[in-house]
């Protein structure tokens, strides 16, 4: 069975304060199982590279095209 929770932040270019999201989604303490889904529309910045980097098997990068 998957995840209880799924959370979905949709982004393009979120820089900083999307990495500091996903830092404070990642160290919150559950009883529950979750997940962490970035739906990025033509991100430039560089923060979800740095955020793949993590290789944590909650976060999911869905690219969609900007239109």
Known sequence: MGPKVS???PT???GRL???VVDEVLNQESTFDY???LIDSGSTDGVLEE???LENPKINVIRIRPE
């Open 51 to 53: 955020i793949s980097k």
């Open 35 to 37: 997940d962490l889904t």
């Open 12 to 14: 393009k270019n979120g």
């Open 18 to 20: 999307l990495r500091n």
């Open 7 to 9: 959370v979905v932040i």
